[in-house]
């Protein structure tokens, strides 16, 4: 069984910066593509980045130079650091993982965590 955490969420000014935590319990981090995602009120859900086992990274052009995804292995913890926040980045912040690589079809989502923006 996977479980994914989100935290670091919260309210912050523009132009400040926040740090995103995805905590990921079972077996084959390693191994799994990760991503974070994002969703503004009455919007789709959409992709802010994701890295994948061997840390080959994509950003979503609207996040590229201000935000920073990462990963630690040996924590089972994906990071997205946030800088230069702007209104427009608010949103409920999901992280999802998965592991086809391993034959596993599933999507594994956290509860997401609140991004607010103030002007």
């Known amino acids: 069984q996977v479980h994914v955490v989100e935290s670091g969420g919260g309210l912050v000014q523009a132009g400040g910066s926040l740090r995103l935590s995805c905590a990921v319990s079972?077996?084959?981090?390693?191994?799994?593509?990760m991503g974070w995602y994002r969703q503004a009120p009455e919007k789709q859900r959409e992709l802010v980045a994701t890295?994948?086992?061997?840390?080959?990274?994509n950003y979503a052009d609207s996040v590229k130079g201000r935000f920073t995804i990462s990963r630690d292995n040996a924590k089972n913890t994906v990071y997205l650091q946030m800088n230069i926040l702007k209104p427009e980045d608010t949103a409920v912040y999901y992280c999802?993982?998965?592991?086809?690589?391993?034959?596993?079809?599933?999507?594994?989502w956290g509860q997401g965590t609140q991004v607010t923006v103030s002007s």
């Open positions: 999802k993982g998965d592991r086809r690589a391993l034959g596993d079809p599933a999507d594994y």
């Open positions: 079972g077996s084959h981090f390693s191994a799994m593509m």
């Open positions: 890295i994948s086992s061997r840390a080959s990274i």
